[in-house]
């Protein structure tokens, strides 16, 4: 899995979009970029993927510059309960082999 | 079953005492994962089983830690000897063969307190 850096916490207001910026200079060709989002007391749960260019879900976007070297979630109008921790990983999408989580970005909304 | 289930939730134990935990995988999931996550911390990957395979054991941090799954499917997490460094809460996941990176599901977790 390629090394991964990511602000530690963010702080952000309602109704606010939120960007959340992942660095992932050693990126090989095959990997992908995936995010996963952890709430209080909860197990994280997957959210998005992308390759390359823009992937939108109802959850959040992803957009990928074209060298790769780094990745931005995108959450629009964000909510109280956007309040989590996010965690940017970057590895081969159908390999079979432990994820190693870092210690994510802690995303605080306030009213 | 629709989830991973992990049971206890909640589990308080006095220094020194062995402790069972147990995760049931989603149904069809070939792959199982225990995490640690200490308070305010990333999570902390501990042991992984693939279908037959020998399991990975890399990152259990004693040997006080053991894991088995039985039949291919629940798994249980024992730590004997509890120290109070181990309070944490422990996180199972699973998946299916080949969809790791984005298909894992987990658990709620179980907290375990050492006192």
């Known amino acids: 899995l390629a090394k991964t850096t990511q602000p530690i916490s963010m702080d952000s207001y309602e109704g606010q979009e939120v960007n959340i910026t992942c660095s992932h200079n050693n990126i090989a060709t095959n990997d992908y970029i995936t995010w996963y989002q952890q709430f209080p007391s909860q197990g994280p749960r997957f959210i998005i993927q992308?390759?390359?260019t823009k992937v939108t879900n109802e959850v959040a976007s992803l957009f990928i510059p074209a060298d790769r070297k780094s990745s931005t979630l995108s959450l629009p109008r964000v909510s109280l309960s956007d309040t989590a921790v996010y965690y940017c990983l970057v590895g081969e999408r159908d390999s079979s082999y432990k994820l190693i989580f870092g210690s994510g970005t802690r995303l605080l909304v306030r009213p | 079953g629709a989830g991973v289930s992990q049971s206890p939730s909640n589990k308080v134990t006095e220094k020194g005492k062995d402790v069972e935990l147990r995760c049931d995988p989603i149904s069809g999931h070939t792959a199982l994962y225990w995490y640690r996550q200490s308070l305010g911390q990333g999570l902390e990957f501990l042991i992984y089983f693939q279908g037959n395979s020998a399991p990975d054991k890399s990152g259990l941090p004693s040997d006080r830690f053991s894991a088995e799954r039985t039949g291919g499917s629940v798994s249980t997490l024992t730590i004997q000897r509890t120290q109070q460094e181990d309070s944490a809460v422990y996180l199972c996941?699973?998946?299916?063969?080949?969809?790791?990176?984005?298909?894992?599901?987990f658990g709620s977790g179980t907290r375990l307190t050492v006192v």
């Open positions: 992308g390759y390359k």
């Open positions: 996941a699973s998946s299916l063969e080949r969809q790791s990176l984005w298909g894992y599901t």
